[in-house]
């Protein structure tokens, strides 16, 4: 009899041989020990291959692949998983110790029911851990909430039966996660939280989802508009206005880190106009810094 694990942790990566050893490890360090970590090389040129190779551990699988981007990677390794319930990890994150034991914990206070399990997340900058929390409120149906507060992927547990049948959309690269867990709420999946800090993400320069880069924010927004517009219907008007505010302060942030102050004030304005309430103190006092440079 084959004896299947419990998880089965899906890491693509590309060109990360100076970050995927603490990824790889902070899986193995995990409290819960039946897991296995499915590692696809997205065509890397570097090391990575041999880090990967000089762990000693049956746990681990190795799968190299032509480049095909993030998605591709992932639904390669959802195809070759063996676990009942798939994480995921990027190779520049990590875990802490307790992430699939607090996963394992919800399933069962929930019987296994189907849902999409998240827990919360801390940023590391600088070396210090920030926490970055999902602003979860009954105020709001859960596809609103994942399109004002969307859910990184490392943050995410779900069966494999329910992602076999619903892959990752291929064709997108920046918000394929958020893309697909409003596929998965629309055909009646919730979202369970676990409420604990579980999963770090490294902040740094090359992240492919990088907040002050214009045209990954572009890239962003586009597919948030375009979620809005495919389920216009289930989001309230009050909704879509903080949506639109968040997008605006996306943009202003970038272009504060940019320099551009003009388009800072522009996006900080319509940003404010469209939901003033959200981080309203930290839009003003963006604002009070700008004005208090003469050289605008």
């Not at 590692?39 to 049956?58: C, L, M, P, R, Y």
């Not at 990027?90 to 394992?104: G, I, K, M, R, T």
């Not at 849902?115 to 149906?141: D, P, Q």
């Not at 996660?177 to 055909?187: A, G, H, M, V, Y």
Request: glycine share 2%; proline share 3%.
């Amino acid at each position: 009899m084959v004896d299947f694990p419990f998880f089965s942790v899906i890491l693509p990566t590309y060109n990360r041989a100076d970050f995927i050893n603490k990824a790889i490890n902070s899986v193995i360090d995990q409290t819960y020990p039946d897991w296995e970590l499915i590692i696809i090389d997205d065509g890397s040129t570097d090391q990575t291959k041999n880090i990967v190779e000089a762990f000693n551990d049956e746990r681990i699988h190795y799968i190299y692949q032509i480049n095909q981007e993030r998605s591709a990677a992932r639904n390669n390794g959802l195809k070759n998983a063996k676990g009942r319930y798939i994480c995921f990890i990027d190779s520049d994150d990590y875990y802490l110790a307790n992430h699939l034991q607090q996963f394992y914990d919800k399933l069962v206070e929930n019987e296994f029911k189907d849902g999409i399990y998240f827990s919360e997340t801390y940023a590391e900058i600088n070396g210090k851990l920030v926490e970055s929390k999902f602003n979860s409120t009954s105020k709001y149906n859960d596809l609103e909430m994942i399109l004002i507060s969307p859910i990184g992927i490392p943050r995410v547990c779900i069966s494999k039966m329910i992602l076999l049948n619903n892959l990752f959309d291929e064709k997108i690269i920046i918000g394929e996660d958020t893309e697909l867990w409003t596929r998965l709420i629309n055909n009646n999946i919730p979202l369970f939280a676990t409420n604990q800090f579980s999963q770090v993400y490294l902040q740094h320069d090359e992240r492919t989802y990088n907040p002050v880069k214009i045209d990954v924010i572009k890239a962003h927004v586009e597919l948030i508009n375009k979620l809005l517009k495919i389920n216009n219907s289930k989001i309230s008007n009050k909704v879509k206005r903080v949506i639109l505010s968040n997008n605006y302060f996306m943009f202003a942030r970038a272009y504060q880190h940019q320099n551009k102050k003009v388009k800072l004030i522009q996006s900080l304005i319509l940003s404010l106009i469209y939901f003033p309430k959200i981080r309203f103190k930290e839009k003003i006092l963006m604002l009070i810094s700008v004005f208090q440079n003469n050289n605008i």
